[in-house]
């Protein structure tokens, strides 16, 4: 009888973290509907569902994450949410 020797290898792996942030948007009672489902789809690159789903919880809920991502992606696209009249920041 022979015996097979198994070698398991070593790999050091380098996994480069990066760390999420998010664009939340805040309920107001200035804004309609449309206009923030518009500037989700324009902003966010939303689905016109998304977007109304999005504009649903705000409504409900008082906020909802729109965006998901790294803090040089988001920051443009929050801008454009404020520079819209919305009530957004980036966590």
Known sequence: MSTKEKIQEQREVLIEEQQ?????????EVNTFDHVIEMLIYACEHSPIQAEQ????????????VKTGIYEELEPRCTLLLEAGLSAEII
């Not at 999420?20 to 107001?28: A, G, Q, S, T």
């Open 20 to 28: 999420n942030n998010e664009i939340v948007l805040f309920n107001d």
């Open 54 to 65: 999005c504009a649903l919880i705000v409504h409900y809920k008082g906020k909802c994450t």
